[in-house]
């Protein structure tokens, strides 16, 4: 038989369960509302905003149509992979542009060979479409996460990022190398030799891009003394270059071409 203490003890009980479950509930709002908030956070995209460079060629002559066609599909794939890479990190825009700017020299250079190599003319600034900048979701071009001035993500066409306070998360002011220009110093490329040049203006391109990578992750986490960027990045950038310009005159010369003299492009600058 039940006692009167007993039923007492069990409406009790059923209270506390009531006000447990109200509270659950509850919970389970608030927590809905977070994962709205965090969904609504998480749509909020960057992309980055490239120079057109089909409607800068000129007329391609048939026999390069090919080849400049496919390096044309090199540059939509490239800013398709670095629009994914900052759908998953965001806060890596400044890195991104940096490393598109360097891979879109590359196959910006080996547009001008395919032109070039049969007889066209080389098209004009080619050179000035290698940089991207960064779009935040309302479409605002040169804005990216951390990206920019003072953490408000602005970033120049360049891929340059701009001033901003490491101390509060943000990255300082991102510098570049500046190299001296090589394939518009070359004379005539035999046939022969012209696989062989094309790799190795990619290589020089693609040893510019890792020295920026480089001194992107040091705007953000400096190390070193005063001279470190001139022994820790300059200086081996310069004996890649110099090895890299001596397998294009190799290149040339075993064509049967004339060999350049390339030494003095080897050093590269800071901007």
């Known amino acids: 038989m039940v006692t009167r203490t007993q039923k007492q003890a ?16 509850a919970g389970l709002q608030l927590a809905s509302a977070g994962e709205d ?10 992309t980055v905003s490239c120079p057109t460079v089909a409607d800068r060629l000129g ?18 794939q490239q800013i398709a992979n670095v629009n994914a890479r900052l759908a998953r990190e965001p806060e ?3 890195n991104q542009l940096n490393d598109i700017a360097g891979k879109r ?15 066209g003319t080389a098209p004009a600034g080619l050179e000035s479409l290698a940089g991207c900048a960064a779009n935040d ?41 500046n190299c001296p220009s090589v394939s518009d110093r070359l004379p005539a490329i035999p046939a022969g030799a012209a696989a062989g040049v094309e790799r190795e203006l ?7 891009a890792n020295a920026n990578a480089r001194l992107a992750r040091l705007a953000v986490r400096p190390e070193g003394g005063p001279n470190f960027v ?15 310009l001596d397998r294009i005159e190799i290149n040339i010369n075993r064509a049967g071409g004339q060999r350049p003299n390339l030494d003095a492009l080897a050093t590269c600058g800071l901007n």
Do not use: C, Y
């Not at 026999?63 to 939509?76: F, P």
């Not at 020299?105 to 007889?119: C, E, H, M, P």
């Not at 990022?161 to 190398?177: F, I, L, S």
């Open 10 to 25: 069990v409406l009790k009980l059923g209270g506390v369960g009531a006000v447990a479950a109200l509270l659950l509930g």
């Open 37 to 46: 908030d965090r969904g609504t956070r998480a749509a909020t995209a960057i």
């Open 59 to 76: 007329a391609v002559p048939a026999a390069a149509r090919a080849g400049v066609d496919q390096e044309l599909r090199n540059l939509e």
């Open 92 to 94: 890596q825009a400044a």
């Open 105 to 119: 020299r590359a196959v910006l250079d080996r547009i001008r060979l395919n032109i070039t190599r049969v007889g």
């Open 137 to 177: 979701d309302a479409g605002n071009a040169g804005n990216g996460n951390n990206a920019g001035n003072g953490g408000n993500g602005n970033a120049d066409a360049g891929g340059n990022a701009g001033n901003g306070d490491a101390a509060n998360g943000n990255p300082a002011a991102v510098r570049t190398v």
């Open 202 to 208: 990619a290589n020089l391109d693609r040893e510019i």
């Open 230 to 244: 001139q022994n820790a990045i300059l200086g081996p950038l310069a004996s890649k270059r110099t090895a890299a």
